[in-house]
């Protein structure tokens, strides 16, 4: 964990700093390491969230793999194996010094480690103004809720939370510390911290100067909307219908007319229903890297829409249209993106801005948290919001068979859905050869992470670190 962290914060920027207001991020120029120096200014405070952004989006997290991860273990994709990608992921063959399990471990922490700098800096040592003091109280509330995700998503992830009499969930790192040597904390201990962090991260942005309201930046809304998904895995549905109706009315469900273009390069960062992207852009473009790639037909197409997804829509439902059909039958493969702009995540260089959160699942989350104790009428005007949206007729009645199948068919290949199902204790479809142990939901951690001497941070059962 030292070693991570170190990567993610032995920086402090001496000179002037680059920050880009576009849609393709300067990466920043580091001209002296320093280990943890405080940050002085505003601009420094600004520099290290868009760093944080900036190991969001690479290609071993949302860039690529972490999305992967909520798909080809779910029931609406699977991995065709092609370029030799996921294969262990897919089959649950992984062993602990899997690079799957490694570099997105190393990636998530990345983003940690860099949050962690703008958190622990002094807000009264930052120069200049009280404005440029409020701009920085901001930008700081960005930073507890950046490592608020980064801590979920490594919960869910390295977590045990869906494994049998799992007890552990993640290191917890809230400062730069080279010497620490820390234990996993409880499950109830890292959800307790999540909470704390995005709990902190609205106080201070509230209190705060909002310097960017880009769909590109985590605003108050989209860090709203990422607790509202907290929430709702962990279970906490008043919080969630709470949240959903701070939101609604500040977004519009994406109009039938518009469905396809939301989703295309044309539309980074201008889609009225986007609540929070990663802004990748054409100077940044992940290239062979992107999840473009993993999806497309003409790239690797390892990643692909099981039949059983696609029979779900109805014939005149516009979203089946994303969807190219290649073969018949038995051979029919299915894509979710190809290169004639059809699908999600279609730019052919891998410039797609990386869609973190629309207004749809949104709407999505405030029906299941309505229809778990709150107002049936409510969740059923959330649910035709979107249906009617799509080709399709209101409805009268909504439930919660219907609410899992909507969330398929809305946010397919979005990365969600491995962690729908395990949160609902529905079952997951695995390979025939897969082994059946249910130790293997949770991925390994790391090697380089428990053969550091003398460290207390203790295996997941299954591995071959655990024996």
Not at 72 to 81: G, V
Not at 127 to 132: L, M, Q, R, V, Y
Not at 226 to 254: C, E, H, P, W
Not at 303 to 319: E, F, K, P, Q
Request: glycine content about 8%; overall charge neutral; hydrophobic content about 35%.
């Amino acid at each position: 964990m030292n070693n991570i962290i170190k990567t993610g914060i032995l920086a402090v920027l001496i000179g002037s700093l680059t920050i880009s207001c576009s849609d393709d991020f300067v990466e920043r120029e580091f001209y002296q390491e320093v280990e943890q120096a405080p940050l002085k200014t505003t601009q420094e405070m600004q520099s290290f969230v868009r760093g944080a952004y900036v190991s969001m989006r690479n290609t071993q997290y949302y860039g690529a793999d972490f999305l992967a991860y909520a798909e080809i273990r779910s029931d609406e994709m699977y991995s065709t194996l092609q370029g030799g990608y996921y294969t262990n992921v897919y089959n649950y063959t992984q062993v602990s010094n899997d690079l799957y399990a490694r570099d997105t471990y190393n990636r998530i922490y990345e983003v940690v480690g860099k949050s962690n700098i703008v958190i622990n800096s002094d807000l009264n040592g930052i120069e200049g103004t009280s404005a440029d003091k409020a701009t920085a109280t901001f930008a700081q509330g960005q930073a507890y809720g950046l490592r608020a995700i980064a801590f979920f998503d490594a919960f869910r992830l390295y977590g045990q939370k869906y494994i049998p009499n799992g007890t552990l969930g993640i290191v917890l790192p809230l400062k730069y510390d080279p010497k620490a040597l820390m234990p996993r904390a409880t499950i109830a201990q890292t959800e307790a911290q999540i909470d704390a962090d995005f709990t902190k991260a609205l106080q201070l942005m509230t209190a705060g100067t909002m310097y960017s309201n880009t769909k590109s930046d985590l605003t108050i809304n989209a860090l709203k909307g990422m607790m509202s998904r907290f929430y709702l895995y962990k279970g906490d549905y008043a919080k969630v219908r709470s949240l959903t109706n701070d939101l609604i009315g500040k977004y519009s469900v994406i109009a039938a007319g518009l469905h396809q273009t939301s989703f295309q390069f044309l539309m980074n960062g201008a889609a009225p229903n986007s609540v929070f992207e990663l802004a990748v852009g054409i100077n940044s473009s992940l290239s062979t890297g992107s999840y473009r790639q993993r999806l497309n037909s003409l790239g690797y197409g390892n990643i692909v829409v099981s039949a059983a997804a696609y029979n779900s829509y109805a014939t005149n439902d516009i979203r089946r249209n994303l969807i190219t059909v290649a073969g018949t039958g038995a051979n029919a493969v299915r894509y979710l993106s190809n290169n004639n702009g059809t699908g999600k995540y279609t730019n052919t260089v891998g410039a797609d801005n990386i869609k973190i959160l629309r207004y749809e699942e949104i709407l999505l989350n405030g029906v299941e948290a309505e229809l778990n104790g709150g107002d049936p009428a409510k969740a059923l005007t959330y649910y035709n919001q979107i249906i009617t949206n799509r080709g399709l007729t209101e409805a009268t009645t909504v439930d919660m068979a219907l609410l899992k199948a909507e969330r398929m068919k809305e946010l397919l290949g979005e990365g969600l859905r491995q962690w729908d199902l395990r949160r609902w204790g529905d079952a997951i479809p695995r390979p025939a050869a897969a082994p059946a142990d249910q130790n293997l939901n949770a991925f390994p951690i790391p090697r380089t992470e428990t053969d550091i001497a003398g460290t207390p941070v203790l295996p997941n059962p299954g591995y071959d670190n655990s024996n």
